[in-house]
């Protein structure tokens, strides 16, 4: 692992001192390029559209509950079979594959949520073939609204402070980013030692 980390923090470390550089020799195209990239998106009409487009399987589901149901319960079977019977290492296996340490946890913890989707997915596979009816319920609370307007609304102010400083000291700002990226590079450099 830390034969691919280091060149990659290297390389980053690179990116962050040759823009620091760049904003210290030429100023004016350093700004011009946070000017591209600092554009704003507007949002609104893509929040349009997706609370526009509005469809239902409902009905579909309803009329062929046999089908359906049908089709659910065996998809929860296989994910139960191959998560059961297939996927299940030992984790002296698992460790032995993969020197992560974080890896066998993450591993269990998926076959785990797996596990669980696949016996949810049964339990409604089994409602959905014999009542449909009895998911009316949770088939409404499921098809509530959502507004993305009140999320959009925050995320729709301009924080340019940060913008506005660097426009009046570039060159300060190219030096610090230069010798922060130098002193992480140092500091990474211990570390990795």
């Given amino acids: ?15 962050v001192c040759i823009s620091g550089i760049w904003a210290l020799l030429a100023p004016q195209a350093f700004l011009r390029l946070n ?31 046999l089908i359906s149901g049908s089709l659910l319960l065996v998809a929860s079977l296989g994910l139960l079979y191959l998560v059961l019977f297939h996927l299940a290492v030992t984790p002296a ?16 913890s998926l076959l785990s ?26 088939e409404s609370w ?14 729709e102010r301009r924080f340019d402070m940060v913008d506005l400083w660097v426009e009046r000291h570039t060159r ?3 030096g610090m980013v230069v010798l922060f990226a130098c002193l992480i590079g140092l500091l990474v450099r211990e570390v990795m030692r």
Avoid at 97 to 102: E, G, K, P, R
């Fill in 1 to 15: 692992m830390r034969t691919i980390l280091e060149p990659m923090i290297f390389f980053l470390i690179s990116l």
């Fill in 35 to 65: 000017r591209l990239c600092s554009t704003w998106v507007e949002t609104r009409g893509f929040e349009t559209k997706l609370s526009a487009n509005r469809f239902s399987l409902d009905r579909l589901i309803y009329r062929h509950h």
């Fill in 172 to 174: 300060l700002f190219g």
């Fill in 113 to 138: 949520f797996a596990c669980l989707a696949g016996i949810i997915g049964m339990i409604v596979g089994m409602i959905v073939f014999i009542r449909p009816s009895s998911l009316k319920l949770a």
């Fill in 142 to 155: 499921g098809n509530q609204s959502v507004s993305l307007q009140p999320l959009v609304e925050r995320l």
């Fill in 93 to 108: 296996k698992v460790e032995q594959a993969v020197a992560y340490q974080w890896f066998p946890l993450f591993y269990e």
